[in-house]
């Protein structure tokens, strides 16, 4: 069975430091994706990425980036010179891939990091 | 293009009592998956449909219900509300209709059951 660990599950740190939220996956599939989405106070989860398991190439975004490492089993997401509008919980999920007749299965998300970024 | 809404936004009902939540997805988009969220199970898929059709369903009991209309709209049910079925309930729409596509996530609906 699919699963995510997010082992942080909350991190402070004052404006303007770097970040890093780990996440590691478990999956019997060959196939798979993995996603980040960003849940603030509000409660919408918001998209951030999405990436898939042939490519492990790392994706910068701004001041956001992604490390995945299929060797580890690890899709990190990095935050650089944090703000506070970057306090929020972070959700990464993993979805294994479609089959024809099989449906889908949803997303299987981790418990989330909250982080909290201090002025 | 106008994003996932769900309403309504809050609701509070009693043990016993039934409800129905709403969910319009992204415009085109036909595929509308629930997840239930609470602070001890977290995040958890409910149901998915497509085409008014489910297609996959996650493990919940089977006072959780859902239906799908020609239009994507979709609607989830539970029946006979229990104190442990407070959560934020979550509606997902993706395209084109993959388990692996992107999902947009709505505001969610805040059940709370007394």
């Known amino acids: 069975a699919q699963k995510v660990t997010q082992a942080q599950t909350e991190i402070s740190v004052v404006e303007k430091e770097d970040v890093t939220l780990d996440c590691v996956y478990e999956?019997?599939?060959?196939?798979?994706?993995l996603f980040w989405y960003k849940q603030p106070p509000s409660g919408e989860l918001v998209f951030l990425i999405r990436r898939n398991s042939f490519d492990e190439q790392n994706e910068i975004s701004g001041r956001y980036s992604w490390n995945f490492q299929k060797s580890t089993s690890s899709f990190n997401f990095t935050i650089t010179a944090s703000q506070v509008v970057d306090s929020a919980v972070y959700f990464c999920a993993l979805s294994e891939a479609w089959y024809s007749g099989g449906g889908a299965d949803g997303l299987t998300f981790g418990k989330g990091t909250h982080l909290i970024i201090q002025p | 293009k106008a994003g996932v809404t769900q309403t309504p936004r809050y609701l509070i009902k009693t043990r016993g009592q039934q409800v129905t939540l709403s969910c319009s997805p992204i415009?085109?988009?036909?595929?509308v998956s629930w997840y239930q969220q609470t602070p001890g199970q977290g995040l958890q898929f409910l149901f998915e449909y497509f085409s008014e059709t489910q297609r996959n369903k996650g493990n919940f009991p089977g006072r959780f219900s859902g239906r799908q209309f020609s239009n994507s709209r979709s609607e989830m049910n539970v029946s006979t509300l229990e104190l442990g079925d407070s959560a934020l309930y979550l509606c997902?729409?993706?395209?084109?209709?993959?388990?692996?596509?992107?999902?947009?996530f709505g505001p969610g609906t805040r059940l709370t059951v007394l």
């Open positions: 997902a729409s993706s395209w084109p209709g993959q388990g692996t596509d992107t999902q947009y």
């Open positions: 999956t019997r599939d060959t196939t798979y994706y």
């Open positions: 415009s085109g988009h036909r595929s």
